[in-house]
């Protein structure tokens, strides 16, 4: 009996061990689930001409913000993670500071810089966006291929050993034209094929200790202050525009009202 009981007590606390670590496999997957997860590179598949953007927001402390922004913005620059450039950088202090960070990057890169930035903090938002460049590379190469044909029709006018000094001149202007739209229209491939090699990334930086009560509330507050402001430019300058009207009315009204007191009889 005394063993039938040692089994059974054993048993219950297996059962209350097994359902204490269920729970707590839940609270975990659960807080995982209830966070953003970090941000991957993505890259073409053979075939695809997609140019992907990705945006995230990272939450930190205020004063962790300037130093946080500099990392990344030094990371990218010295390329730890990959090809990286750095388009651009915001800093805000004061009542709600913040940062930003634009950079161009490999895919591979994405994601480290990701986390980087959101070391110590939370990654509150994030997306990822793709344009679809078929259309447009497409296009650029079937300009670029007539472009081709007529700088080869013309350079071969060119070398003709009967060419008059006019047609030479007129067909020297022209093969110009074409070769400056012929670089303009490489140049544009070479953005397009940037555009799709590498991830736009921006990061934006917010202090966690501004909510998103407060940050509205201040936002609506900054909105009604411009505009109160703009409201009294507007008025001021309808006063400065209406104001010599007035006084010519006034004259005009003045010297209508004396004209008429001379012409009464006296009484």
Not at 73 to 92: D, F, I, K, W
Not at 149 to 171: G, N, P, T, Y
Not at 232 to 238: F, G, I, K, S
Request: contains cysteine; charged residues 20%; negative net charge.
């Amino acid at each position: 009996m005394s063993r039938i009981a040692v089994s059974l007590s054993a048993l219950l606390l297996v059962t209350v061990a097994g359902c204490a670590k269920t729970d707590g496999y839940s609270q975990a997957d659960a807080a995982a689930e209830a966070a953003p997860a970090g941000l991957t590179g993505q890259a073409n598949a053979p075939g695809n001409f997609l140019a992907y953007s990705h945006e995230a927001t990272v939450r930190l402390e205020a004063a962790a913000i300037a130093e946080r922004v500099a990392a990344v913005r030094t990371a990218c620059m010295e390329g730890r993670h990959g090809t990286c450039t750095v388009l651009g950088e915001e800093q805000s202090s004061g009542q709600w500071p913040g940062g930003k960070l634009q950079l161009r990057a490999e895919p591979k890169a994405i994601e480290p810089l990701v986390a980087m930035a959101a070391q110590g903090g939370e990654l509150s938002q994030r997306a990822t966006e793709a344009e679809d460049l078929a259309d447009a590379v497409r296009d650029n190469g079937l300009r670029q291929q007539r472009l081709r044909i007529q700088h080869e029709r013309l350079s071969e006018f060119l070398a003709r050993r009967d060419i008059k000094a006019e047609d030479l001149i007129a067909l020297s202007n022209q093969l110009a034209q074409i070769e400056t739209e012929l670089q303009a229209s490489e140049q544009e491939a070479a953005q397009q094929q940037r555009r799709l090699s590498t991830n736009l990334l921006t990061l934006r930086f917010e202090s966690s200790q501004v909510t998103a009560e407060s940050s509205e509330l201040g936002e609506a507050l900054r909105d009604s202050l411009s505009v109160l402001d703009a409201s009294v430019a507007v008025l001021v300058t309808v006063v400065v525009a209406t104001l010599p009207f007035l006084l010519v009315l006034l004259a005009v009204g003045w010297a209508v009202r004396a004209l008429l007191r001379r012409r009464r009889p006296a009484a």
